[in-house]
């Protein structure tokens, strides 16, 4: 069962569009929401992260939404640049209950055209 | 400071051979985790340490599967009777504590069981 749903699986944005991605999940207990961009043979690299108690963070050109009720939150890029493309991962997990691993939804190729 | 390391880089072995994975994460970080990405895939978790010991080994696939962490730094996993289904990019993330979300992911060490 699949604890976390990303879409869409791909994405291709013009230069200076707006990229969004949409995230869901099914355990009421996650309380940890980052997002990670990962380059072709990298890492996954933190981008940004919430916690529940707020609906909006934004560090520069991205932004996340949190839906509490709705159980998404999402990933908005603005300004959508060349260097932007790569995958993209929303996450999530429980800093309360043992193991704080993080539940990876599948991905989001994101290519944005210049 | 240095971030996550992993050696080597890329792995190639043969159906049934014993393989040794390394992390050496970031100074200072109690936490380490283990995670194994599939091609087009999200990192699925694996094991995570806190100091030496693993508190939480429910991720590993099977019994072949094994990490150590003597010193509560360094980690190990150890691969035994490799099989082609094991290819993939293992990953390993390091975060100060346990209770700290932030997780820091090494590049990587991409294991093609020919």
């Known amino acids: 069962q699949q604890q976390v749903k990303q879409s869409p699986q791909s994405l291709i944005v013009q230069k200076g569009g707006i990229s969004i991605i949409n995230c869901a999940y099914e355990?009421?207990?996650?309380?940890?929401f980052p997002w990670y961009q990962q380059f072709p043979g990298k890492g996954p690299a933190l981008l940004i992260a919430i916690r529940p108690d707020v609906s909006e963070k934004k560090e520069g050109r991205f932004t996340i939404s949190f839906n509490k009720s709705a159980k998404q939150f999402s990933l908005h890029i603005m300004d959508s640049q060349p260097g932007d493309s790569a995958t993209y991962f929303c996450a999530a997990s429980s800093e309360y209950q043992a193991g704080t691993a993080l539940i990876f939804g599948k991905g989001t190729t994101l290519s944005v055209s210049s | 400071g240095a971030g996550v390391s992993q050696t080597p880089s890329n792995k190639v072995t043969e159906k049934g051979k014993y393989v040794e994975l390394r992390c050496d994460p970031i100074?200072?970080?109690?936490?380490l985790y283990w995670y194994r990405q599939s091609l087009g895939q999200g990192p699925e978790f694996l094991i995570y340490?806190?100091?030496?010991?693993?508190?939480?080994d429910s991720g590993l696939p099977n019994d072949r599967f094994f990490a150590v962490r003597p010193e509560g730094s360094v980690s190990t996993l150890k691969i035994q009777r490799t099989e082609r289904g094991d290819s993939a990019v293992y990953l390993c993330?390091?975060?100060?504590?346990?209770?700290?979300?932030?997780?820091?992911f090494g590049p990587g060490t991409r294991l093609t069981v020919l």
């Open positions: 100074s200072g970080h109690t936490a």
């Open positions: 355990n009421t207990a996650f309380d940890y």
């Open positions: 993330a390091s975060s100060l504590a346990v209770s700290s979300s932030e997780q820091f």
């Open positions: 340490f806190q100091g030496t010991g693993a508190a939480d």
